[in-house]
């Protein structure tokens, strides 16, 4: 793997090695080792079945890895737990959101978190409170803390979730294709919200279809295909056809990569 | 804000409203049909025969709201009261028997929850399988045959005074209470409607579901026994055939109360209305006389209408109220 980028000095949030995940026959992951940095934005594409939400998966505990392990805080692990990777600081805004569609956005932002009062009521108060006051922060307008949020559209589910994955008090945000299926102006404004977290410090993982919209908030670009990682990029020293020309396979002048062009 | 506040409050307590205006023209027409029906005697009786199944009811709201189903309730009734009786048989306390009958129940309702969380098997069959079994159980330790005469102290639990009123009574009212408390306000009841809602999100917000489903389970076990005390206590018998059928009297009451079958909502106080609603409906029946038969009828059809009608009310209004959040929204 070739990494373009001088970050030998920097400790990553997070160090990926040897990650390898099957599913029956299917090779989901084959070997992946990845770095990622707090205050950085970094984005991974890949075609469809690359792999690129079961490497999300076993970042944030879903998923146990075959082979490989995970560093963070100086220890390392085989696999973690989801209870384990937000206890670490690690939470995800999965690609399905995992949101309670038939509760409010307050009790999803908490979910798993409620502040108590008395030591057995649920403080809802305080979570409709400070929910609002996250909400605002993120610039995520929805209607009422109080309403389900199967009420809502597709870009504020996402700012729901974002602001959950915020409430955890994570220092590391994965996303997995916070845009897809999301008007022009809702996915402008949650890759700004994705940009903004990155710039307050935040480690983000952020993977995504669509280059144009990787290329204007990514620090970093890592092309996975096949299950492997095949290419980091600083964004900066890139384009977009290039990119295209890693996630398909047909640009192969690293020499390393010789498989045939079987996309799914 | 408000707006939407305004448009979601009657949506959300709409079927309760409409439970509660079918339970006034029931009451109007019964009090016209009959001078006996509005008597405080007929009304004490309703009331002493709801108590039993809103006792079971309040458990099995909890397990609908959590996404699942408990069909062995009526067996676990009859299992925790043989197992109170042979506790007082065999010489022990009437407070240490009923506990015994309590932890019988927590203890099948635990067994149920298990199998299905940690083995991920439908609740459908797996507390089919334990409804066969408790009934088994309480079948072989009797022999098959019921248990007579107990101590005042525990009768007093089934046919007591307290005031006008008795024991069952104001046990469901108290249950009632903590049930609402518990599923609106407590930790256990919002991962109770996460479960229903969505059980992988809560797993991955690091959630235990193994714990919470076990627990609703157990709990629901437990408010079965205590309808196996109320039944045994009253009719100064342990019957290992007593409760046939009370896993869907109660699954009905739920369900006509507004608690969604896929789980995620429940209400506490619908609960509670359709369960008089039914005490109600099988009272009228009977002093207008009309054959029990027909009450099966009846009762069935008032189920169906009313689980078509939340079905459809909810397709509908799901679809026009996400168009018009929709163009408001952003
Ligand atoms: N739970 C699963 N069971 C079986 N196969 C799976 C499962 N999850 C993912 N896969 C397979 O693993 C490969 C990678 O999937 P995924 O990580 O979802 O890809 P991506 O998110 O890059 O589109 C695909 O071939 C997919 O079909
Ligand atoms: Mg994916």
Same mark, same amino acid.
Request: aromatic share 6%; hydrophobic share 45%.
């Given at each position: ?12 949030? @997070? ?18 080792? #990845? ?44 696999? #973690? ?8 600081? @690690? ?50 307008? @929805? ?49 700004? #919200? ?34 492997? #990682? ?35 | ?181 518990? *599923? ?71 369900? *006509? ?19 008089? *609603? ?53």
């Amino acid at each position: 793997m070739s990494n373009d980028a001088g970050q030998e000095k920097r400790i990553p949030y @997070i160090r990926l090695r040897n990650i390898k995940k099957s599913f029956g026959h299917v090779i989901a992951l084959d070997g992946v080792d #990845l770095d990622i940095y707090s205050g950085e934005v970094m984005a991974l594409v890949g075609d469809n079945g690359a792999g690129k939400s079961t490497l999300i998966k076993i970042i944030s505990g879903v998923l146990n890895p075959d082979e490989g392990e995970l560093s963070l805080n100086g220890k390392t692990f085989k696999h #973690l737990t989801p209870s384990k990777a937000i206890e670490l600081g @690690i939470s995800t805004v999965y690609q399905d959101l995992a949101l309670v569609d038939c509760r409010d956005a307050a009790s999803n932002i908490f979910l798993g978190r409620e502040p108590l009062k008395a030591a057995f009521f649920v403080d809802k108060k305080r979570m409709n409170r400070e929910s609002e006051e996250l909400l605002r922060r993120l610039k995520v307008s @929805i209607p009422s803390v109080t309403t389900p949020v199967e009420f809502l559209s597709g870009g504020q589910r996402q700012g729901v979730a974002v602001a959950r994955s915020i409430k955890l008090q994570g220092r590391m945000i994965t996303f997995d294709e916070p845009t897809a299926a999301m008007g022009v102006s809702e996915s402008a404004r949650v890759l700004k #919200l994705i940009r903004s977290l990155g710039d307050e410090g935040f480690a983000v993982l952020v993977i995504s279809h669509n280059l144009h919209h990787v290329f204007s908030i990514a620090d970093r670009i890592c092309v996975i295909r096949n299950g492997r #990682l095949v290419k980091d990029f600083r964004t900066e020293n890139t384009n977009p056809d290039q990119v295209v020309g890693f996630i398909t396979g047909s640009n192969r002048y690293s020499g390393e990569y010789k498989e045939e062009n079987i996309t799914a | 804000m408000k707006r939407t506040k305004i448009k979601l409050l009657p949506g959300n307590i709409f079927p309760q409203l409409l439970l509660i205006l079918v339970l006034l023209a029931m009451v109007i027409f019964l009090s016209v049909a009959s001078p006996f029906f509005l008597t405080w005697d007929n009304l004490r009786n309703v009331f002493d025969h709801s108590s039993l199944y809103i006792i079971l009811a309040l458990g099995m709201t909890f397990v609908i709201s959590s996404g699942g189903i408990d069909l062995s309730v009526g067996a676990v009734a009859a299992l925790s009261g043989v197992c109170m009786a042979l506790a007082m048989q065999g010489g022990l306390g009437v407070g240490i028997s009923i506990l015994i009958g309590l932890a019988v129940g927590g203890l099948v309702g635990a067994a149920n929850g298990s199998v299905i969380s940690l083995l991920r098997i439908n609740p459908f069959i797996v507390t089919l399988g334990f409804m066969s079994l408790a009934r088994g159980l309480a079948l072989i330790i009797t022999g098959g045959i019921p248990i007579y005469g107990f101590p005042r102290a525990f009768t007093w639990w089934g046919s007591g005074h307290i005031g006008p009123l008795n024991p069952p009574m104001l046990l469901a009212a108290f249950m009632a209470v903590l049930a609402a408390l518990v *599923l609106n306000m407590s930790r256990f009841g919002y991962y109770t409607l996460a479960l229903g809602g969505n059980e992988e999100a809560l797993r991955r917000s690091g959630v235990s579901i193994h714990l919470y489903k076990i627990m609703v389970y157990l709990l629901c076990g437990v408010t079965a026994a205590l309808g196996g005390l109320v039944v045994t206590a009253r009719l100064n018998t342990a019957e290992p055939l007593a409760g046939w059928m009370l896993e869907l009297d109660s699954i009905a009451a739920v369900v *006509l109360g507004g608690t969604s079958m896929k789980g995620g909502r429940g209400s506490i106080a619908g609960t509670l209305i359709a369960c008089l *609603l039914l005490g109600i409906l099988r009272n009228g029946l009977v002093i207008l006389s009309i054959p029990s038969y027909y009450q099966q009828l009846l009762i069935g059809m008032i189920i169906l209408s009313a689980v078509i009608f939340a079905e459809v009310r909810s397709r509908k209004g799901l679809a026009s109220t996400h168009k018009k959040e929709r163009s408001t929204a952003v």
